[in-house]
């Protein structure tokens, strides 16, 4: 079953809310937010998360050490103790991540846990569901065929690039409105997996270009040298938008939108990103109506809506689509493409 980043965090929400402990396997491309989802899910659910990477233990890792106990009999036995992190009470997500980078020896231990719910002495509370990801062959990481028993005991999901679900991450995270305006205008950029080149375009790689970004410096070590040049060259670009901040105080009527399409992407996600009230989000609309196209106001709404969603501002929202038919039109149109995906 193939989702977005979205749907996929629907769907884990749905397991959740109906008490599905089902093991579940999430299979995707390295970089692409596998695990950022599933700790999004634990936080908006008020879950405790533990996150354990399997293919950086050793099965004593997560089987525990041999302890000597007197037997209360003039002899004695073993008992496992088990590690820290493994949880002993409550409720939250244990998430076992790089399932297939582990050795198949670590795998079978791994599978008691998945499929048991304990390993050696240890059994897992009840309030917890466990899920695991992994990359797949085709994605050229260093993968260990899972063993069919345990694959089978599995819910696989596959979770694949999408900009519009990574733009409401980005819009919510605060991502730098450079990095979401470039890959507004070449989303194909999202996730550019390239096995040659220790840098390369994913969902988590622009995450650290956006912190590069805002820190001055260079991106190209995060997302690679050709797209850092692509990014870099679009920047530049920025020099040519009118003040946005005159165009959100309402006072733009003496300003253009630039003709050339990738500065008109720029400055319409830029205005979607600053955009920090209904009256300001109103004042972008009123000069994007008289400046653009009807394109670039559908743009500008789906990146509002995106943003307003993401950060938890559906008061503003509701005050927009009260202000103008226009608007109001465009705003429940996007809403409802968002529903129906």
Known sequence: MSLTANELQTYLSALITGELKLSTMIWGPPGIGKSAVVAQVARERGLDFVDVRLSQLAPTDLRGLPVPEADGQGGGVSKWYP?????????????????????????????QLILDRRVGSYVLPDGWFVWAAGNRKEDRASVFDMPAPLANRFLHLTVRPDFDSWRSYALGRGLHEHIIAFLTFRPELLHRLDPQQPAWPSPRAWEMASALHRAGLDVAPAIGEAAGAEFSAFVRLYEQLPDLGIVLEG?????????????????????????????????????????????????????????????????DLAALVARDERLA?????????????
Do not use: C
């Open 83 to 111: 590690p820290e992190f493994l949880p002993r009470g409550g409720h939250g997500i244990l998430f076992l991540d790089e399932v297939n980078m582990a050795p198949p020896t670590m795998q079978g231990m791994a599978q």
């Open 329 to 341: 039109a465009l705003v429940e149109g996007t809403l409802a493409m968002s529903e129906g995906m």
């Open 251 to 315: 006072r733009g009527s003496g300003l253009k939108l630039p003709d050339e399409p990738s500065v008109r992407y720029a400055a319409v996600v830029g205005l979607a990103a600053r955009a920090a009230t209904a009256d300001a989000a109103y004042h972008a609309f009123i000069w994007l109506a008289d400046s653009a196209g009807p394109e670039w106001l559908q743009l500008y709404v789906a990146t509002l809506v995106s943003k307003f969603q993401a950060i938890g501002q559906l008061g």
